[in-house]
């Protein structure tokens, strides 16, 4: 996967996977899982990219360095992760569960107010899906990982419209 940092590049790169997404289902995710050596037991790892499907499409997202953003069609896997299994937990999940079915109004690229560089230039690290019900799908870097948040109001994000 390539990362991109510049604000106008995360923009061509939303606008070419998600413009031909635009009325389309969520129909599935898959949220990555790695078994590490040492404790042999399956943990969330959301360093490595969610995968968001839309009928027989997949998209695998990622955020990474607090502000680079990669997206790539598929179901990307990462080439080494040393002696560590890797996994996705497809749906299942119930703080996703409300995005099953929701039908992609607009793409969005934000920052929250207190997400400001010292020089001023916003930190544009939040990936906002909107569904025809108004429902929101934030994705967006936690640091060097992935995180994600539902909201069924508008969000206080500043937003960039990159496709609707």
């Not at 070419?16 to 009325?23: A, G, R, T, V």
């Not at 690229?109 to 560089?117: M, N, P, S, T, V």
Request: proline share 4%; hydrophobic share 35%.
């Amino acid at each position: 996967m390539h990362y991109f940092t510049a604000k106008t590049d995360k923009i061509k790169l939303i606008q070419s996977h998600f413009q031909n997404l635009i009325s389309h289902e969520i129909t599935g995710y898959g949220l990555p899982q790695c078994m590490f050596a040492e404790s042999h037991e399956w943990e969330d790892w959301m360093d490595l990219p969610l995968r968001l499907v839309f009928g027989s499409h997949t998209l695998s997202i990622s955020w990474m360095r607090c502000g680079d953003l990669a997206i790539a069609s598929g179901n990307y896997r990462p080439s080494r992760l040393g002696t560590s299994k890797v996994r996705w937990v497809n749906d299942g999940i119930e703080s996703l569960s409300p995005i099953l079915g929701m039908k992609l109004k607009s793409v969005a690229l934000g920052y929250k107010k207190d997400e400001i560089y010292d020089d001023g230039t916003p930190s544009w690290q939040h990936l906002i899906l909107t569904s025809d019900q108004n429902l929101s799908f934030d994705l967006y870097a936690a640091g060097d990982e992935n995180a994600f948040k539902i909201y069924t109001e508008k969000p206080d994000i500043k937003t960039c419209i990159c496709c609707s």
